[in-house]
């Protein structure tokens, strides 16, 4: 997996989100904007960070393990046991 160039600089953060609380948009895909980085961090529990674009790629995320969003690059989560987690942004 990618990891966030050393250029980019945090702007901002999602709430928590959870099992039962994560958007429908985050479960379909959806890409950042034009030199927008994420990353998924995983406070508790587990998803699956799946990267569609280019050669497929599905990554099991836990605490410890994030998930790096590529800007304009499509993407969705899978989300299917109990989890607690957040989206942090950069540019």
């Known amino acids: 997996m990618k990891s966030l160039p050393d250029s980019v600089e945090f702007y ?12 429908l948009a985050l479960k379909r895909d959806h890409t ?3 030199g927008v980085w994420a990353k998924i961090n995983v406070l508790e529990g587990a998803l699956t960070y ?3 674009e280019g050669i ?5 995320l836990t605490v ?3 998930g790096i969003i ?7 989560v899978d989300v299917s046991e ?10």
Do not use: C
């Open 12 to 23: 901002k953060s999602t709430p928590e989100f959870n099992e039962t609380s994560v958007p």
């Open 32 to 34: 950042t904007a034009a």
């Open 50 to 52: 799946y990267i569609s």
């Open 56 to 60: 497929p790629e599905q990554h099991r």
């Open 64 to 66: 410890g393990v994030a």
């Open 70 to 76: 590529e800007p304009q690059v499509k993407h969705h």
């Open 82 to 91: 109990p989890v607690r987690f957040r989206v942090d942004f950069y540019r």
